[in-house]
């Protein structure tokens, strides 16, 4: 079951420069900014709502959100959907004929995590997450 929209990520040069536009243009906050040295990235959060808008930094050149950048430029990167049961719910779209980047779950900026191959879910980059217990 998916439960909502949990960030849509925004892949960045650089968080504080391109978080200005939310702050100062659209009045929102720059909650928290954390390096996640497992995947090498860092991550500025703006929420919005329910929902938060992700920065996403590379910290090498040779990074995949690097190359992404090189290639289309700062832009949308991924959606992300919240479920309660992640390995329940990759085992359901396992079962309808969806691929993974990675099965298995692993942990994030924000709890389990795993992203289906874009070419499974209409060449959108998908990110699901299980929310760690508060
Ligand atoms: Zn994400």
């Given at each position: 079951m998916i439960e909502k929209i949990h960030h849509?990520?925004?892949?960045?040069?650089?968080?504080e420069?391109?978080?200005?536009?939310?702050?100062?243009?659209?009045?929102?906050?720059?909650?928290e900014v954390k390096v996640?040295?497992?995947?090498?990235?860092?991550?500025?959060?703006?929420?919005?709502?329910?929902t938060l808008i992700e920065l996403v930094e590379p910290l090498s050149p040779d990074h995949t959100v690097a190359k992404f950048i090189e290639k289309r430029g700062e832009s949308?990167?991924?959606?992300c959907f919240q479920t309660p049961d992640i390995r329940g719910e990759i085992a359901g779209l396992k079962e309808q004929?969806?691929?993974?980047i990675s099965e298995e779950p692993k942990l994030g900026a924000d709890g389990?995590?795993?992203f289906l191959h874009p070419k499974s879910s209409g060449g959108v980059l998908v990110e699901l997450v299980q929310q760690a217990e508060a």
């Open positions: 849509v990520a925004i892949a960045v040069r650089n968080v420069e391109s978080a200005r536009f939310y702050t100062e243009r659209l009045g929102l906050g720059l909650r996640v040295e497992s995947e090498g990235v860092r991550i500025g959060f703006i929420p919005c709502g329910e949308l990167h991924h959606i004929g969806c691929t993974f389990l995590i795993t």
